[in-house]
C-alpha cells in the first residue's frame, strides 16, 4: 500500500497562511481524491475538506484543498489563521486495497 | 441527526480480547459501511478496515488481518469490532466512522487500556 507523508509541525502568527503538504509515496495523487480532516485534543477527527477541493458546509472559506501532480501531493492552504485552528490535520486518501490517513500535521498558531 | 454511539472504555490484560459496539441512529444502518480507525497515544489515525453493514462482507487492513474482527446487528442498527490477543501496544483509541465522500460522520471513540 502507499503512505501519505506530511511534516511533523507547523507554525504562524494569527492572520498568517499556513500550507500543509501531503505527499503521496506510490500511485498518483490524482487518481483517488483526497480529504482533510482537523483533530482536536480529546476529540473525534472532523471533515475540512473531501474530493480534494470541496468544503463540508459550516467549514470556512479560509480552509482550501489542491493536489499537484507534478509533487504528487496535496495541500491544505489556511488562511487568515485564527487560535482556534490550533488542532492537528490529517489528510486521507484510498487506492484498492483500502484507506490512508497521512502522518498529521501539528498546526501551531503562535 | 446523524449519531454513532460507541461503548465504553476498557481495561484489558495482556493477551485477553476486546469487543467494542458503535450504535448508529439517524439513518438507515445498511446504507453505508462502517470503519475503525485506531488512535494510539500521542499517534495518527490509523484504517483498521471495514464492515458492508448490509451484506457483512468485510475489508481489513493488512496490519490487522487476523487479529480483528467485524460484525454488525442489523436489528440494533449496531456494528463491533473485536480484537483479540492484545498486547499493550494495542493501547489507543478506537473510532468507527461512516464513510459517505469522506469520514464524515465519527463515533465519540472508546478507549481501550492494556495492562498487566
Known amino acids: 500500500n502507499f503512505m501519505l507523508t506530511q511534516p511533523h509541525s507547523v507554525s504562524e502568527s494569527p492572520g498568517k497562511t499556513v500550507i500543509i503538504s501531503c505527499t503521496r509515496s506510490s500511485g498518483s495523487i490524482a487518481s483517488n481524491y483526497v480529504q482533510w480532516y482537523q483533530q482536536r485534543p480529546g476529540s473525534a477527527p472532523t471533515t475540512i475538506i473531501y474530493e480534494d477541493n470541496e468544503r463540508p458546509s459550516g467549514v470556512p472559506d479560509r480552509f482550501s484543498g489542491s493536489i499537484d501532480s507534478s509533487s504528487n501531493s496535496a495541500s491544505l492552504t489556511i488562511s487568515g489563521l485564527k487560535a482556534e485552528d490550533e488542532a492537528d490535520y490529517y489528510c486521507?486518501?484510498?487506492?484498492?486495497?483500502?484507506?490512508?490517513f497521512g502522518t498529521g500535521t501539528e498546526v501551531t498558531v503562535l | 441527526q446523524v449519531h454513532l454511539v460507541q461503548s465504553g472504555a476498557e481495561v484489558k490484560k495482556p493477551g485477553a480480547s476486546v469487543k467494542v459496539s458503535c450504535k448508529a441512529s439517524g439513518y438507515s444502518f445498511t446504507t453505508y459501511g462502517l470503519h475503525w480507525v485506531r488512535q494510539a497515544p500521542g499517534q495518527g489515525l490509523e484504517w483498521m478496515g471495514w464492515i458492508n453493514t448490509g451484506n457483512g462482507y468485510t475489508n481489513y487492513s493488512q496490519n490487522f488481518q487476523g487479529r480483528v474482527t467485524f460484525t454488525r446487528d442489523t436489528s440494533a442498527n449496531t456494528a463491533y469490532m473485536e480484537m483479540s490477543t492484545l498486547r499493550s501496544e494495542d493501547t489507543a483509541v478506537f473510532y468507527c466512522?461512516?464513510?459517505?465522500?469522506?469520514?464524515?460522520?465519527w463515533g465519540q471513540g472508546t478507549m481501550v487500556t492494556v495492562s498487566s
Open positions: 466512522a461512516v464513510w459517505r465522500n469522506a469520514f464524515d460522520i
Open positions: 486521507q486518501s484510498y487506492d484498492g486495497s483500502g484507506f490512508v
